[in-house]
């Protein structure tokens, strides 16, 4: 039973454009949401995060939405460069200290120049 | 160094063995997480430790796997008996803990385990 779901495996989007990136959530005790990025035989790299008392998170070219009722998030990537194309994966906490952050199981975007 | 650090790199070891994986976390970063990484599949939540004490082990797949930390330091993951569905890529994240959220993670480079 995943926890975290990222729906959609891949995403390909033009240069200059936005990227969405989505995930939803089943549990409503996570209280901590963050983005990871991820590029090939490379470790995941911390991104952005949000905290469950916020609806959205702004840092830069990368925004996240924090839909608590919808259980869902998403990651804003304006405008797509192609430096962006990696894979990213959507993470949840829960208690107080973060820690046993759960993963969804990553969406691999690709902004094509 | 600056970064998360783990050794060896790469494994290969013959099923039925013991393996010991090592993480250097970041310096002053008190919490050390665990994770595996399958073939094709998402990071999979081992094991946290804050300072030198493992409040969840939740994510420990059985009895053969088990891991200690050094103070704030130094953390090993060992896995006895070996199978073969052990084989992945081992990853090992500090961060640091400020009140209740959660810094993000810094990812070491991991270790790819192969069982044979």
């Known amino acids: 039973d995943q926890q975290v779901k990222q729906n959609s495996p891949s995403l390909s989007v033009q240069e200059g454009r936005i990227s969405i990136l989505n995930c939803d959530y089943t549990?409503?005790?996570?209280?901590?949401f963050l983005w990871y990025k991820k590029y090939p035989a490379e470790s995941p790299t911390f991104l952005i995060s949000?905290?469950?008392?916020?609806d959205k998170n702004e840092d830069g070219r990368f925004t996240v939405f924090l839909n608590k009722s919808a259980k869902h998030l998403s990651l804003h990537i304006v405008p797509s460069q192609p430096g962006d194309s990696a894979v990213y994966f959507c993470a949840a906490s829960l208690g107080n200290y973060g820690q046993n952050f759960v993963f969804g199981p990553g969406t691999r975007l690709s902004v094509l120049p | 160094g600056a970064g998360v650090s783990q050794s060896p790199s790469n494994k290969v070891t013959e099923k039925g063995k013991d393996v010991e994986l090592r993480c250097d976390p970041i310096s002053g970063h008190t919490a050390l997480y665990w994770y595996r990484q399958r073939l094709g599949q998402g990071l999979e939540f081992l094991i946290y430790f804050q300072g030198n004490s493992a409040p969840d082990k939740s994510g420990l797949p059985s009895d053969r796997f088990s891991a200690e930390r050094t103070g704030e330091s130094v953390s090993t993951l060992t896995i006895q008996r070996t199978q073969q569905e052990d084989s992945a890529v081992y990853l090992c994240?500090?961060?640091?803990?400020?009140?209740?959220?959660?810094?993000?993670?810094?990812f070491g480079p991991g270790t790819r385990l192969t069982v044979t």
């Open positions: 994240a500090s961060s640091l803990t400020s009140g209740r959220a959660p810094a993000g993670q810094y």
């Open positions: 549990n409503s005790m996570f209280d901590y």
């Open positions: 949000i905290s469950s008392i916020k």
